[in-house]
């Protein structure tokens, strides 16, 4: 299991990633990849409140 340092550093990352996409992407591709990170943000933001509620 990632501790809490590991995932919140995971979400700056792929935050990071998608402002870099929205800057130089395809409006179209911009939408798809925002949903496909957002769907990894969401996990890792639930596995931090698990962690954290232990």
């Known amino acids: 299991m990632k501790s809490e ?4 550093e995971k979400l700056t990352v792929l935050r990071s990633e998608l402002a870099d996409w929205e800057k130089h992407s395809d409006p179209q591709l911009v939408d798809i990849i925002r949903a496909m990170r ?5 996990a890792l933001e639930w596995a931090l409140g698990e962690l954290n509620d232990w």
């Open 5 to 8: 340092q590991e995932i919140r």
């Open 38 to 42: 957002q769907e990894r943000v969401n």
